[in-house]
C-alpha cells in the first residue's frame, strides 16, 4: 500500500511542478490543479483498480479451467474423499463459469 501512495503522491507532485511552470495566469493554473489534476489521480486509482479486478478474474478462469479437468480424471476410491473432489470440482467450475463472463461484461482489460 505504502508503494501504490508513494507512486501516487510522487505523479501528483511532477504535474503539479509542470503545471507551475507553464506560463499561464495563476487563476489558469488553479483550475488545472483543482480540476484536471484531481482527474488524472482519480482515473489512474481506478485504473489500478480495474488491473486488480482483471488479473483477479483471469487467474480464477486460467487455474481453474487447469485444475478441473484434472479433478475429473481422478478416480477415487474413498466415499468421503470422492464427495469432496465432486464437490471441489463443481465449485471451481462455477467460479470459472461466473469470472469469464464477469471479466468479459465488465472490460477490465480494456480500463
Not at 77 to 106: C, D, G, H, R, W
Request: aromatic letters at 14%; one cysteine or more; glycine letters at 6%.
Amino acid at each position: 500500500m505504502v508503494k501504490k501512495y508513494a507512486y501516487q503522491e510522487s505523479l501528483k507532485q511532477d504535474f503539479q511542478g509542470m503545471i507551475d511552470n507553464l506560463k499561464l495566469q495563476d487563476l489558469q493554473k488553479c483550475f488545472l490543479m483543482k480540476r484536471w489534476l484531481y482527474q488524472v489521480m482519480w482515473m489512474e486509482g481506478r485504473a489500478g483498480k480495474a488491473r486488480n479486478q482483471y488479473y483477479r478474474l483471469r487467474l480464477i478462469t486460467i487455474i481453474g479451467g487447469v485444475i478441473v479437468p484434472a479433478l475429473i480424471t481422478f478416480n477415487i476410491n474413498n466415499n468421503q474423499l470422492k464427495q469432496a473432489a465432486v464437490f471441489l470440482t463443481f465449485a471451481l467450475s462455477q467460479a470459472v463459469a461466473i469470472s469469464a463472463p464477469l471479466e468479459y461484461f465488465f472490460h477490465y482489460g480494456e480500463h
